[in-house]
Nanobody, 125 residues
């Protein structure tokens, strides 16, 4: 059974930092791409960042470039999202998803098979 567990969310003041973790089990984690998504109330879900199996291919949404960093530890089956200089507009539920790289590259997000339950990030002004 595949399980993805996010952690690290919380309440932080604008300008602060948080590190999210996505821990996987029951999946060949080392072979898959992992993406971090977020969804704010009343808004569509958006891809924040994704990283391929080796870490050689990384993308970021324009809104987080220079502030967020994604990295992975395959030995621990965990992907991290380091979020610095947080802004109130970063407030959302953040979720990770795992699947084959082409689904991320083609933005076929509805086809992603494995999702975590999400963790709330709230940035106060």
């Amino acid at each position: 059974q595949v399980q993805l567990v996010e952690s690290g969310g919380g309440l932080v003041q604008a300008g602060g930092s948080l590190r999210l973790s996505c821990a996987a089990s029951g999946v060949a984690f080392n072979l898959y791409t992992v993406g971090w998504f977020r969804q704010a109330p009343g808004k569509e879900r958006e891809l924040v960042s994704h990283i391929n199996w080796s870490g050689a291919r990384i993308t970021y949404a324009e809104s987080v470039k220079g502030r967020f960093t994604i990295f992975r530890d395959n030995a621990k089956k965990t992907v991290y999202l380091q979020m610095n200089s947080l802004k109130p507009e970063d407030t959302a539920v953040y979720s990770c998803a795992v699947d084959a790289g082409p689904k991320f590259e083609s933005r076929s997000f509805a086809e992603l098979r494995y999702w975590g339950q999400g963790t709330q990030v709230t940035v106060s002004s």
